[in-house]
């Protein structure tokens, strides 16, 4: 838990290159910031040059339906697609030590204030959460 603290202490201390009126709603420079989990959780973003720094707590139902939490620290980087954003991150901390050193793969659009983001799994296989700026 104090890895977790000190984390989430670097990132949100961690100068942010662009301002926001620099940036255009949709494009990575745009993802860097607050986010909150419309089921429950949120995330931060920050960038330094061309890598992302996320951090995310939040929980989810598994397959078996229980409830489970998942808080995860990863090295990111972007590529702006068509119509999606596409990020490749690595695991540097997890409260699954099995997923510390993986690779992540998630693909995101927005939709109005809506972040729309899809964990795709290595058989390419999609999983939907929705984020949105904090109030």
Known sequence: MRMLAAMVVMLLTTPLELQAAETTLGTCAASVGAWE?????????????????????????????????????????CQDASNKLVWKCRVAYSFEQSQVGTEQTFEWTVNGGTLNSWFIAPDGTRSATAMRRPR
Do not use: M, P
């Not at 995330?43 to 330094?48: G, L, Q």
């Not at 890598?51 to 598994?62: D, G, Q, R």
């Open 37 to 77: 989990f419309i089921e429950g959780g949120r995330a931060v973003i920050a960038r330094d040059g061309d890598k992302y720094h996320a951090l995310w707590l939040t929980t989810f139902v598994n397959t078996g339906g229980a409830t489970e939490r998942e808080g995860v620290a990863a090295q990111c980087s």
